[in-house]
């Protein structure tokens, strides 16, 4: 019972790159005349990136011609991350961090970049977790379970017992497929199925961690059935029941 792990995405919850990933996006949509906004990047984040060369350009079906599209943008993206530095990291990881850690919590990076390991060398922060899991070790990306799963596998730890922070509505989608509680980074317009909504990692702290886990693993021993809202409804968090 209880909590025993917290797997982080990586883009755009412990460092800025979701960013990077809109601005390659970006230029590589001027390029092409396509329309291309921070609206429809929504939809990109957590999305592998041929997944999202597929969306941004849905004519084409020629496979050749999307993979050399997606090479393109991974050029520039790789470019754009050269700049990163460890004082890239988002304000409260290392806290956050070291309090789970002391805790005996497992830690994981579950990402759909195939530049994880990269973007975590730059940051210098690859051997604060316990295991890393990412793009080019699994066949479905977000919402698809693959990359948080392959966590706990690595972690050894229940799923139930994890929790995934998240920026990205197809990141929630994963962890709960994968029958995970899911913290979402951003708002709640945008992360509307998120067990719980903060403004960033500076907001977590294995006290929240610990009651959304136990709340959930309640819910699904049946403790509460009726699906309606439960936790704190006010101001900018809430917790909606999942297992109705
Ligand atoms: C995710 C980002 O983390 O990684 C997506 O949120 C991105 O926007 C995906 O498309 C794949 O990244 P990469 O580095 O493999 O192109
Ligand atoms: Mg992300």
């Not at 090479?71 to 790789?78: L, P, S």
């Not at 919402?143 to 972690?155: G, I, M, T, W």
């Not at 959930?216 to 909606?240: C, I, S």
């Amino acid at each position: 019972m209880g909590l025993r792990a917290v797997i982080f995405d990586l883009d755009g919850v412990i460092t800025d790159t979701s960013r990077f990933h809109y601005l390659c996006w970006k230029k590589l949509a001027d390029q092409h005349r396509i329309f291309f906004d921070e609206e429809f990047n929504e939809r990109f984040k957590g999305v592998s990136r041929k997944d999202c060369v597929r969306m941004l350009f849905p004519e084409i079906k020629d496979d050749v011609q999307l993979h050399e599209l997606a090479e393109q943008k991974n050029r520039y993206y790789v470019e754009m991350i050269r700049q990163i530095t460890p004082a890239d990291l988002f304000d409260g990881t290392r806290e956050l961090l070291c309090e789970l850690h002391e805790h005996g919590i497992k830690t994981a990076i579950g990402s759909a970049s195939k530049n994880t390991l990269l973007v975590l060398q730059k940051l210098e922060i690859a051997h604060w977790f316990d295991a890393i899991a990412d793009g080019t070790e699994v066949a479905h990306s977000k919402p698809a379970p693959d990359v948080f799963e392959l966590c706990a596998r690595k972690l050894r730890v229940a799923c139930s017992q994890c929790v995934v922070v998240e920026d990205a509505q197809a990141g929630i989608q994963a962890a709960h497929a994968a029958g995970m509680t899911a913290v979402g980074v951003g708002s709640r317009d945008l992360l509307p199925e998120a067990d719980w909504v903060v403004n960033s990692v500076r907001d977590v702290d294995l006290e929240l961690l610990n009651r959304l886990v136990l709340e959930n693993q309640r819910l699904r021993a049946g403790e509460d059935k009726k699906g309606r809202q439960v936790g704190d409804t006010g101001g900018d968090h809430w917790v909606v029941c999942r297992f109705k």
